[in-house]
């Protein structure tokens, strides 16, 4: 059983930029898709991104395109999302999820075994 946990979060003004941090433990993700999920208050799950166990591909939600960049070490068993040019709309809570039946991941949640707590974003206006 892989356990992940979120950090990272925080307040930041619009514009400005955060990095996420999902460390995982219990077992190594270097053969297992990645996935960045967020969900805001009132609103469903949305998918933000995801990476392949090699890191070779990346899919983004059309919402974060160009502004967010996922990544990961698999040495250190982490994954990264770095948050560029934030906006209000972003703001929520992030969850990291692991896929352990794929390579490369998808944008469907039903697809992810294991999530963390999340880490709150909140982008003021």
């Known amino acids: 059983q892989v356990q992940l946990v979120e950090s990272g979060g925080g307040l930041v003004q619009a514009g400005g930029s955060l990095r996420l941090s999902c460390a995982a433990s219990?077992?190594?993700?270097?053969?297992?898709?990645m996935g960045w999920f967020r969900q805001a208050p009132g609103k469903d799950r949305e998918f933000v991104a995801t990476i392949s166990a090699g890191s070779s591909t990346t899919l983004y939600g059309d919402t974060v395109k160009g502004r967010f960049t996922i990544s990961r070490d698999n040495a250190k068993n982490t994954v990264y999302l770095q948050m560029n040019s934030l906006k209000a709309e972003d703001t929520a809570v992030y969850y990291c999820?692991?896929?352990?039946?794929?390579?490369?991941?998808?944008?469907?949640?039903?697809?992810?075994?294991?999530w963390g707590q999340g880490t709150q974003v909140t982008v003021s206006s």
């Open positions: 999820a692991v896929d352990q039946d794929r390579l490369t991941g998808t944008s469907r949640d039903r697809n992810y075994d294991y």
């Open positions: 219990g077992r190594t993700i270097s053969w297992y898709a």
